[in-house]
Every structure is written in C-alpha cells, then in structure tokens.
C-alpha cells in the first residue's frame, strides 16, 4: 500500500507564494503519473497541475504562469510552488498519484488527505 501525505499549506495574503509538498510512503513500487487537485467550498474538485515519471507537465488554465509542479523521484516527493496566489485558489489541495505497489497486485490511484490553503486579507 502507497500513502501521500500534503504539507505546507496555510493563510497567505493575495500576491504571496506557498508552497505544497507531497511525500508518498508505504510499499512503493513505482510512481507513474501525478497531480495536484483541489476543491473549493460550493465547487467540484478541479485538476490543478500534473506531471509525469519523465517530468513532463501541464496545468489548468486558471494557474498557467503561477504554479509549478515539481517532482524529486529519488525521494518519492512533489511539490506545487504557487505563486501570486488569488483569492480564488482558496481551496483544499489534494496529492494525487498512479502507483503500484510492492504489497498490491494492480495499479491504481492513491490520494492524499489535503493540505488547505487559504488567500485572504
């Protein structure tokens, strides 16, 4: 079994930076795809950023210029650096992650338990 666990959220002011970090744990055997997803109050989940194994990346529209999604594979770890950060990226902010495990026939999808971030004067 694979664990992500999000860290590094908080209350920052309109215009200022955080950033995420996800760190996965457990039997891993290997890592493919992951993302960054959030939810707002009221809203849907949305996908916010990915990356692939190889480092390859893409973002929601609404993020393109602010974020970058980062990956350190030898340490099982992703990070978001946000940047000039809106109030409306208030949301909780999940770790998303395609594995397989070491314990577990099968690939499939793990998530983490969220990290909030508020933007708000």
């Known amino acids: 079994q694979v664990q992500l666990v999000e860290s590094g959220g908080g209350l920052v002011q309109p215009g200022g930076s955080l950033r995420l970090s996800c760190a996965a744990s457990g039997s891993i055997f290997s890592i493919y795809d992951m993302g960054w997803y959030r939810r707002a109050p009221g809203k849907q989940r949305e996908l916010v950023a990915t990356?692939?194994?190889?480092?390859?990346?893409n973002y929601a529209d609404s993020v393109k210029g602010r974020f970058t999604i980062s990956r350190d594979n030898a340490k099982n770890m992703m990070s978001l650096q946000m940047n000039s950060l809106k109030p409306e990226d208030t949301a909780v902010y999940y770790c998303n992650a395609l594995v397989t495990s070491s314990a577990i026939l099968g690939i499939y999808t793990t998530w983490g338990q969220g990290t909030q971030v508020t933007v708000s004067s």
């Open positions: 990356i692939t194994s190889a480092g390859s990346t």
